[in-house]
Each structure stands twice: as C-alpha cells, then as structure tokens.
C-alpha cells in the first residue's frame, strides 16, 4: 500500500500527558498538511509543510502544538500537556507538486481522559 | 474554525435515485475538492476541480466548480448501497489553506 500512512490509529492518554503522532505521506509528495476532525465536523487545517518548511500555521494551533518535518519526508504533530478539548481526530493528507490533489492518511483518533 | 456552508446536512435516498448536493461559500476559491469519508476513517478523493466552470466527472460523480467561484456541486447517479457516507467539500483559501464543508450524510436505501 503506497498511501498516506499515520501511526498511531489510535491513542488514549491522560489530560496534562504530551502525545506524538507520525504521519508518513505517498512517497515524493512535498506538500504536507495536517487537520483536526471532530465528530461531526469537517476537518479544520491546523498547518502545511512543503517539502520541510512549515509555510501556514492556523490560529487553532495554540502553543502547546508543533508540527515537525525535518527531512522533508514524514511529519511528526505534538501536543504537550494535552486537554480533554484536544479529543479529535487528527488527520495528514500529502500532495504532489502540480494541480492541488490532497490524499489523506486513516488519521489517528485521540481520546483525553 | 470557519466551515463551509453544504447542503443538504443529510438524505435519505433509495437505491437508484440520483443525488445532488452543493457548497457554498462568501468567499471565492480557486480550487474545489470533493472527499467522501466513511466511520473511523480518512476522507478518499473523489473529484478535483480547477476552473470556474468545470464540470468533471468520475464513474457516477460529476461535480461542478461555480461560475462565481463561490459554489460548487455534486451529483450521483444511480446510487448504490455502497454510497453511503459524509460527503465534504473543500475550497482552497489563499495558497495553501483549505476550507472544509459541514459534509452531507448521505443513506441509502435498498
């Protein structure tokens, strides 16, 4: 499978614990995006990465989030002391250069207990 | 977080039916993508839209990308039992930020 993929699928933590989660795009896409998704929504963009410069931050990523992609390869979100508001799931979806075509990863649901 | 206007929230349709959903937005976009997700899930890619006016299709999709670049539309013919899901619409703000829809939850019955 050459997809998106995203690790973990799921996570469940204590409020105050930080998380990591790794998102690993289709092979060669330089654009990185990650979103948050909760029920019933539709996913909200948090940032984008073109290859490893993190290019567009969104208000919703308050200072306890940072998005990594140091190789311009597979991107790391982490959220530090998380809060039961954090409960989501978050989402990275790659694109290749040319016409925008965003591919999304399963996502990894996170549960602040 | 700002969200985009889609319509209708949710159908029940039977199989075989056509469907038509739509997006809506203040904003002019530059791009409209359409996803469908389904429970637990990341949204697949249906259809991708480039320039005002474009009518793509893909299988028994086709979607539309507004005159005003303001809108854009969706239908599916014939449905299948399969269909079922949310279906988002996504509009590209500025560079690199996209706007997803509500999404349409879409059930059909067979």
């Known amino acids: 499978d050459t997809g998106v993929s995203q690790d973990p699928r799921h996570k469940i933590t204590k409020r105050g614990q930080n998380v990591t989660f790794r998102c690993d795009p289709i092979?060669?896409?330089?654009?990185l995006y990650w979103y948050r998704q909760t029920l019933g929504q539709g996913p909200e963009f948090l940032t984008y990465f073109q290859n490893e410069a993190q290019l567009e931050k969104s208000r919703l990523l308050s200072d306890r989030f940072s998005a990594e992609r140091p190789k311009g390869s597979f991107s790391t979100l982490e959220i530090q002391r998380t809060e039961q508001g954090d409960s989501a799931m978050y989402l990275c979806a790659s694109s290749p250069k040319g016409p925008e075509t965003q591919y999304f990863g399963p996502g990894t649901r996170l549960l602040v207990l | 977080g700002q969200q985009l206007n889609q319509s209708p929230q949710s159908m029940f349709i039977q199989e075989g039916e056509d469907v038509s959903m739509n997006c809506t937005s203040s904003s002019i976009f530059n791009t409209w993508l359409w996803y469908k997700q389904e429970p637990g899930e990341g949204p697949v890619l249906l259809i991708a839209?480039?320039?005002?006016?474009e009518l793509t299709s893909n299988g028994r999709l086709t979607a539309q990308f507004g005159i005003t670049r303001k809108d854009s539309f969706l239908n599916i013919s014939a449905s299948i039992p399969s269909d079922v899901g949310i279906y988002f619409c996504?509009?590209?703000?500025?560079?690199?930020?996209?706007?997803f829809g509500t999404g349409t939850r879409l059930k059909v019955l067979a």
């Open positions: 839209l480039y320039k005002a006016g």
């Open positions: 996504a509009g590209q703000q500025g560079t690199y930020k996209y706007i």
């Open positions: 092979s060669e896409h330089n654009r």
